[in-house]
């Protein structure tokens, strides 16, 4: 994973690097390994004993697109129910979602669906969401099928992977295809844009009248 950019403008002969931010909330229900994917995806670790998250945590990273730097604020959500009434407070204006459930786990998966329904009904209407059948690695104990959770991923119209944060299996690779689905240029309403979808920090003129996000 890297990240790169920073220094305006491009000085002509080099295609200009555009930077484009999004917030991007994990939910799900407890120990999935939602903290586990993105300790994964940040910082390239895995630990077998994760603690529990508290309310919520907070961690940013980029994935880089052709001439596009995607930088993630990550929310990482607690999936201790207790915590259920927090979570509008940060999936409200996330421009992609995370749903995670552990496949050897299905009462997991039904958690998942309904986070999914909440976020159809109240999160932006144009938020990507990607369900994430995570702790791939645990295959011999698999309860939730490949197939079945494709086909619900399909009729609702999610990204999906199984993913393993033990492994890295399809980690990094779902970041991804969440930055690379990321809407493109709001050419209809670019202050809202901007402060919705994304914003290309290194144009000075860009902040108020243009958002990005390309790359592919
Ligand atoms: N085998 C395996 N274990 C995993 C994987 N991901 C997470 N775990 C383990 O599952 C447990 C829970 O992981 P967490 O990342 O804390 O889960 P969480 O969803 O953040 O849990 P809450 O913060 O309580 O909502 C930890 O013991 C992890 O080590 C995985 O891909 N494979
Ligand atoms: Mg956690």
Not at 43 to 56: H, L, P, R, S, V
Not at 102 to 110: G, L, M, Q, R, V
């Amino acid at each position: 994973m890297s990240s790169r950019g920073s220094g305006g403008r491009s000085n002509g002969a080099l295609p200009q690097t555009k930077i484009c931010q999004f917030k991007l909330v994990l939910l799900g229900d407890m120990a999935v390994g939602k903290s586990s994917l993105v300790l994964r995806f940040v910082k390239g670790q895995f630990d077998e004993f994760q603690e529990t998250t508290i309310g919520a945590a907070f961690l940013a990273q980029s994935v880089c697109l052709d001439d596009t730097t995607v930088k993630f604020e990550i929310w990482d959500t607690a999936g201790q129910e207790r915590y259920h009434s927090l979570a509008p407070m940060y999936y409200r204006g996330a421009q992609a979602a995370i749903v995670v459930f552990d496949i050897t786990k299905p009462e997991t998966f039904e958690r998942a669906k309904a986070w999914v329904k909440e976020l159809q009904r109240q999160a932006s209407p144009n938020i990507v969401i990607a369900l994430a059948g995570n702790k791939a690695d645990l295959a011999e104990k698999r309860l939730v099928e490949y197939e079945e959770a494709q086909a619900y991923a399909e009729d609702t119209s999610l990204l999906f992977m199984e993913t393993s944060a033990k492994t890295a299996m399809n980690v990094n690779e779902i970041f991804l295809a969440i930055a690379k689905k990321m809407p493109k240029t709001d050419t209809q309403n670019p202050t809202h844009a901007a402060r919705h979808r994304g914003v290309n920090l290194q144009d000075p003129d860009a902040q108020s009248t243009r958002a990005c996000c390309g790359g592919n």
